[in-house]
């Protein structure tokens, strides 16, 4: 059954209740994930969260010259014909490390390893909820109340985000790029806003994190630009020096923030949130832009070129 792009965002509370896991895995070194743009980040994210082991994500054809049977390998790819994500699996297995797919087919499900199978019908970047769940599950938490409770926090927000659609009025007010700024261990989730303003609304984007942005970003915040060119968006609910650096690069630098409050007690509760503010705000903003917030005609030319 199709679904339009909305109803795809407001799955997302259904997603976090998605059953899966890697299974029985046999002990490992590292972990290397492969997956690139909507897929990708789901690793990315995990990486953040986890520090059990090194993780790696590439984003690319190969994997590091030290992958072998003692690494576990994660290829995600929704779709499973992303050819940078099959010639990394092809290596990985290639190479006898450990290896866990997570597709809804392609060409991925016809090698032979492990997968867990995710449903068909959305954009990656819309099934995010199903391509971080084996990772979560596995790894951070199997208790599924903690679940139970990001899904009531998103479908609260499916019901109600005006300030997701007034966040996105002030960008498309002052016909500014996002700049999102982001912390430990919300780095990631910046650059996932990042990247859903790129696809959903159609517009550059920038994302940096605290605190390391204070080493060079902020530098032009004060000397060049300023909040006719961007907005500059940041997380709230930052503490202790992360809190100071927030107030202090703002007041050093005059940039005005807008403020994106995370709701929820726990990280992983704060994290989804966060992304599924994202979500909106940049779907709003591609509403108000009268572009097809779905729409990735651009890059669904390029895979079928590069085919040839
Ligand atoms: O959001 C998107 O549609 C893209 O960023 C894709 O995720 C990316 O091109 C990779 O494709 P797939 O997720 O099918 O591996």
Redesign the pocket.
């Known amino acids: 059954m199709y679904m339009n792009f909305e109803d795809q965002l407001r799955d997302f509370s259904r997603q976090v209740k998605f059953k899966a896991n890697f299974g029985e895995l046999s002990p490992f070194k590292n972990i290397v994930i492969s ?6 980040i789901a690793g990315s994210i995990f990486s953040e969260i986890y520090d059990k082991a090194p993780v790696q994500v590439v984003s690319d054809y190969g994997l590091p010259s030290y992958a072998d049977r003692d690494t576990l390998f994660v290829g ?7 050819e940078e ?1 099959v010639a990394a699996t092809k290596e990985a297995m290639r190479r006898g490390c450990q290896v866990r797919l997570i597709t809804s087919g392609g060409e991925l499900s016809e090698l032979g390893a492990e997968t867990v199978v995710v449903p068909k019908g959305y ?3 819309a099934a995010l909820g199903y391509l971080i769940k084996p990772f979560l599950s596995t790894f951070i938490t199997s208790d599924e109340a903690q679940y139970d409770r990001i899904s009531r926090l998103l479908s609260d927000m499916d019901t109600n985000n005006s300030n997701e659609k007034d966040v996105a009025g002030k960008i498309f007010g002052r016909r500014s790029i996002p700049y999102v700024l982001g912390y430990p261990p919300f780095r990631w989730v910046a650059y996932r806003w990042k ?1 859903q303003f790129n ?1 959903n609304s159609k517009i550059l984007a920038f994302s940096a994190y605290f605190p390391e942005l204070d080493h060079n970003d902020a530098i032009p915040f004060k000397h060049t630009y300023g909040k006719e060119n961007f907005s500059f968006l940041v997380f709230g609910g930052s503490t202790g020096q992360i809190e100071k650096r927030v107030r202090f690069t703002s007041e050093i630098t005059s940039t005005e923030y807008i403020t994106i409050q995370p709701k929820g007690d726990t990280v992983l509760e704060k994290l989804f949130y966060l992304v599924h503010a994202g979500d909106y705000v940049s779907y709003h903003l591609g509403n108000m832009r009268k572009i097809d917030p779905e729409d ?1 005609s651009v ?1 669904t030319e390029l ?1 079928e070129r590069l085919k040839s």
């Open positions: 997956g690139m743009g909507g897929s990708g995600i790819s929704y779709s499973g014909n992303t994500t954009q990656p970047r990247t696809e990735v890059l895979k």
